[in-house]
């Protein structure tokens, strides 16, 4: 069964500290990933993707890839209240010939304290 | 650019009435746009992909004849939730694939908060 799965947060971190939020996924033939934010009664709105091993750096977001150990991770610097909210993990699945889906995982709601 | 505007952002109906949600691609083509549903405090669950001028994939336990979807143009998918129930009351939300991204890129529409009363 192809899964994504995050942890269960709820997680809290003070301002200005780093929040670390993880993922890992059951397809070793994705080749994609994703990390969404989603506000409370919002759609998801992309933050970062990654597809190569290593990591992935866009100001305050790094994304960190591990294929072998099927894992993803996102931190977050100097974290701000505004970074408050649920954090998706999407993996892209393959389907059939070209066709590609999006799973997400369940997602783990970050709280940043003021 | 790449936006989906979805519509209604939100819809109260009566039991047994149908909704129509609307997903219009303004300034690309969507040859592919996802379905997905979310309970509160869940996440994403994908209902149905659906490709221009052919019928939709719907995931294992999702009803094709009380969620109907069209996708008729390359700019414009639909989807109706058929003689609705309490139970059906979720967030919509659609995505749409982006082209030129080889398949990995999506961009997701406003969402629809549907109430069943």
């Known amino acids: 069964q192809k899964e994504v799965e995050q942890n269960s947060g709820p997680l809290s971190v003070p301002e200005g500290a780093i929040a670390s939020l993880n993922c890992t996924y059951s397809d070793r033939g994705s080749q994609s990933f994703f990390w969404y934010r989603q506000y409370s009664g919002k759609s998801p709105e992309l933050i970062m993707f990654?597809?190569?091993?290593g990591d992935k750096e866009d100001g305050r977001f790094t994304a960190q890839l591990n294929k072998a150990s099927q894992y993803v991770s996102l931190l977050i610097r100097d974290s701000q209240p505004s970074d408050s909210a649920t954090y998706l993990c999407?993996?892209?699945?393959?389907?059939?010939?070209?066709?590609?889906?999006?799973?997400f995982g369940s997602g783990t709601q970050l709280t940043v304290l003021p | 650019g790449a936006v989906v505007s979805q519509h209604p952002s939100w819809v109260i109906c009566k039991s047994g009435t149908s909704v129509k949600i609307e997903c219009r691609s303004l300034d690309f083509q969507a040859t592919t746009m996802f379905w997905y549903r979310q309970f509160p405090k869940q996440s994403l669950m994908l209902m149905a992909t659906s490709n221009e001028g052919s019928k939709a994939t719907y995931e294992q336990g999702v009803e094709k004849d009380k969620f109907l979807i069209n996708h008729a143009s390359l700019t414009l998918s639909t989807l109706t939730v058929t003689s609705a129930h309490p139970e059906d009351s979720s967030f919509y939300i659609c995505?749409?694939?982006?082209?030129?991204?080889?398949?990995?890129?999506?961009?997701f529409g406003s969402g629809t908060r549907l109430t069943v009363v």
């Open positions: 990654i597809y190569s091993n």
């Open positions: 999407a993996v892209n699945i393959w389907i059939s010939g070209s066709a590609r889906q999006l799973t």
């Open positions: 995505s749409a694939s982006l082209p030129y991204t080889g398949g990995y890129g999506y961009t």
